[in-house]
């Protein structure tokens, strides 16, 4: 593939995740970062020296510039609706962070123009690419573990003195706390195993970071037809970072831990149930610590692009995450289950 045909890409975001894909993007044959936009302009300069890009403090730089054939937003949470839309509009690919906007009304909007651009977008659930969860998928989706009963997840990590200053706690610009920061990558997970609930119930505390009306901890029970049920905690106050996701199942159960990292070696545990009882066989995957999932999420986007290939975190799983995300908040409010 000669350089111009690789695909031209505008990082809008230059922060913690922009410098991710950034980085990624530019080390996939096929895609060169072209752009590297933030209103701070330290940041966008940075990425921009490392990559040879060029600059700009508006993100609408990248819609008029010919160059750029894929926009990648990794704003706060309160700008992926207008970047995402308008890129989409101006016949860029897009892939926008994790959520899909702050709400379901957002998300509505950005697949929304995504079906009239008819260009790809890809929502950031990088964790459906994790190693260990992509096995675990693998394996239940081959009945290693028969018949889905129940899931059971947690996430958490314990935030940082002066959290309360950044965007994340900031209702105008996050839309939600915990549960829209790390939970959403939870509810996708559990779609991709579990499908859509038909009814979900949740509580939420503001513990110990001074962050009301936003949620530094929840608590949600997703329920289905049928009778699975699947629970999650997510925390801004466990303190020691934790990732957890378990699937039960008639015949066994997948525990896949940790991200690699601070949330310690990914690794994956299959139980297969003794029919006698007792212990059951045991058999664990180990993965190396360096988090891959952000290149293979790249990858997928780029065959999505090119090859028309199947992908995940479509506009669909987006929107089914937001709409489980907003009726767990009225759950919240309410104090009632919301059926879907
Ligand atoms: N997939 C994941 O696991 C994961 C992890 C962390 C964050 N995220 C998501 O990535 C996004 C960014 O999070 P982050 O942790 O990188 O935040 P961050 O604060 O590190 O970076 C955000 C950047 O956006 C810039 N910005 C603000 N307004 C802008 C504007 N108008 N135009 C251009 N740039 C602007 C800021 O200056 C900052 O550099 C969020 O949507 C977040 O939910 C995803």
């Known amino acids: 593939m000669t350089n111009n045909a690789k695909l031209g890409v505008a990082v809008v975001g230059c922060g913690q995740i922009g410098a991710r894909r950034a980085e990624?993007?530019?080390?996939?044959?096929?895609?060169?970062?072209?752009?590297?936009?933030?209103?701070?302009?330290?940041?966008?300069?940075?990425?921009?020296?490392?990559?040879?890009?060029?600059?700009?403090?508006?993100?609408?730089?990248?819609?008029?510039?010919?160059?750029?054939?894929?926009?990648?937003?990794?704003?706060?949470?309160?700008?992926?609706?207008?970047?995402?839309?308008?890129?989409?509009?101006?016949?860029?690919?897009?892939?926008?962070?994790?959520?899909?906007?702050?709400?379901?009304?957002?998300?509505?909007?950005?697949?929304?123009?995504?079906?009239?651009?008819?260009?790809?977008?890809?929502?950031?659930?990088?964790?459906?690419?994790?190693?260990?969860?992509?096995?675990a998928h693998e394996l239940f989706a081959a009945g290693a573990i028969g018949t889905l009963i129940n899931i059971r997840a947690r996430y958490g990590h314990g935030s940082r003195p002066g959290y309360e200053r950044e965007w994340r706690a900031n209702a105008e610009l996050a839309g939600g706390g915990e549960l829209t920061d790390q939970g959403v990558h939870l509810i996708d997970l559990i779609h991709w195993f579990a499908g859509l609930p038909k009814?979900?119930?949740?509580?939420?505390?503001?513990?110990?970071?001074?962050?009301?009306?936003?949620?530094?901890?929840?608590?949600?029970?997703?329920?289905?037809?049928?009778?699975?049920?699947?629970?999650?905690?997510?925390?801004?106050?466990?303190?020691?970072?934790?990732?957890?996701?378990?699937?039960?199942?008639?015949?066994?159960?997948?525990?896949?831990?940790?991200?690699?990292?601070?949330?310690?070696?990914?690794?994956?545990?299959?139980?297969?149930?003794?029919?006698?009882?007792?212990?059951?066989?045991?058999e664990t995957f180990a993965f190396e610590d360096t988090d891959r999932s952000w290149e293979l999420e790249w990858q997928d986007f780029m065959r999505a692009i090119v090859d028309q290939n199947p992908y995940w975190g479509t506009p669909a799983d987006g929107v089914a995450a937001m709409n489980v995300l907003s009726a767990l908040y009225a759950s919240i409010e309410s104090g009632k289950p919301v059926t879907l």
């Open 199 to 282: 009814d979900v119930f949740a509580y939420a505390q503001t513990a110990v970071w001074p962050i009301a009306p936003l949620e530094d901890n929840a608590f949600a029970l997703l329920r289905y037809d049928g009778g699975v049920v699947a629970s999650f905690h997510t925390s801004w106050t466990q303190w020691k970072n934790l990732f957890s996701f378990e699937i039960f199942g008639t015949g066994g159960s997948i525990s896949a831990e940790g991200l690699g990292g601070s949330y310690g070696p990914e690794h994956l545990t299959l139980s297969k149930r003794n029919p006698r009882g007792g212990a059951p066989a045991v």
């Open 24 to 135: 990624t993007a530019a080390r996939h044959p096929g895609s060169e970062l072209r752009l590297a936009v933030d209103t701070n302009a330290e940041a966008a300069g940075e990425l921009a020296a490392r990559y040879g890009a060029r600059v700009s403090s508006d993100w609408r730089a990248a819609l008029k510039d010919d160059s750029i054939g894929i926009v990648m937003a990794a704003t706060p949470n309160a700008l992926l609706r207008d970047i995402a839309a308008s890129a989409l509009e101006s016949g860029k690919h897009v892939l926008i962070e994790k959520p899909m906007g702050r709400n379901a009304a957002d998300a509505a909007a950005i697949a929304a123009a995504a079906q009239r651009s008819g260009k790809t977008l890809k929502v950031g659930f990088n964790h459906r690419y994790h190693p260990a969860l992509m096995k």
